[in-house]
């Protein structure tokens, strides 16, 4: 079928559009500000005219057929209706029913860890794999699930909730109100937070000296340059993260025997330490015949990867072949 898509992975800073070909080539890709505080319209306004902008970098080179968006917080895959997101401030948008007016095209929208999932399926590193698992650990800690070469979404299409999962009951408070969860350990916003805790009770010189004396400068990226420099508290608050996710990781592959397991986000480029924990801890607790199964397997697609999911939805949606 001749014709193109457009695909939109949307964040609480970015809108980051394509357009690509029935191959999924990208021809031409747009990044504009958010500006979430405008409102829901603002942002639907703002996504329509990126895809415009996209039609117009890359010509007249055939119709448009479809959009693919991943959108943060829970929502609805088949109605399109975001439930909550609250790095965009929205509540029950019907974020499918708002664009397909607007643009005259249908749209198909997923959650942006999903998108995430299916982009290193189809183009990165999950190619060839129908059992796969998606892990993102970032500011937060999200995953995606691919089973029988497809995305899972679970009774109410809220499955793959991986940084939820509780590893400590008496660990630290996490966004989500529970205690102890995969994401209030492991994520880098875990990362900094423990470090601050280090420097307030005394400690982490190193780490301080990283972040120029300001605590409050304190990220992941401090805590790995002091890592890299040597300093053993910096080190072990990356370990710590480490081992977090590798029992994250363990529970996984206990539950769901995948073939493969993906991680990506900004917080696994903290260095080797993190990745060498994790799989230290995979190896102790997972199931041995299931251990010897996986792989486990960075990312390949960055900053990309929701991208290119939503490049594959919405051609899944142009072929009639979505699972839902």
């Not at 693919?68 to 029913?97: E, M, R």
Request: with cysteine; hydrophobic share 45%.
């Amino acid at each position: 079928m001749r014709g193109l898509v457009a695909a939109v992975d949307l964040g609480g800073t970015k809108i980051y559009t394509a357009l690509a070909d029935q191959s999924g080539g990208v021809l031409a890709e747009v990044v504009v500000p958010t500006r979430p505080w405008e409102g829901a319209g603002a942002v639907i306004g703002r996504i329509v005219e990126t895809v415009n902008q996209v039609l117009k970098q890359a010509g007249e080179t055939g119709p448009l057929l479809a959009l693919g968006i991943g959108s943060p917080g829970p929502l609805n895959a088949v109605t399109g209706v975001v439930y909550q997101a609250p790095n965009l401030g929205w509540h029950d948008v019907p974020l499918k029913d708002l664009l397909e007016k607007r643009l005259g095209i249908p749209v198909a929208v997923d959650n942006d860890a999903n998108l995430a999932a299916l982009g290193e399926y189809v183009y990165g590193a999950g190619r060839g794999e129908e059992e796969m698992v998606y892990i993102t650990v970032s500011t937060g800690v999200g995953g995606g699930l691919i089973l029988g070469g497809c995305l899972y979404h679970g009774a109410g299409y809220g499955a793959g909730e991986i940084g939820h999962m509780t590893i400590d009951p008496g660990g630290p408070r996490c966004s989500c109100g529970n205690y102890g969860c995969l994401e209030a350990m492991a994520s880098g916003t875990a990362m900094a937070r423990a470090a601050r805790h280090l420097v307030e009770s005394g400690g982490g010189r190193a780490i301080l000296e990283a972040a120029g004396g300001d605590v409050a400068a304190i990220t992941a990226r401090e805590v790995a340059r002091a890592a890299a420099a040597g300093d053993g508290e910096a080190r072990q608050i990356i370990i710590n993260a480490g081992r977090a996710l590798g029992i994250g990781v363990a529970n996984v592959i206990n539950l769901l025997n995948p073939a493969l397991v993906v991680l990506g986000g900004g917080a696994m480029q903290v260095g080797p330490l993190l990745w060498d924990a994790m799989e230290g801890e995979v190896s102790r607790r997972a199931f041995a015949p299931a251990r010897r199964r996986v792989r486990l397997v960075p990312a390949e697609l960055g900053g990309r990867s929701g991208l290119m999911g939503a490049v594959a939805l919405a051609l899944q949606k142009v072929r009639g072949n979505l699972p839902y």
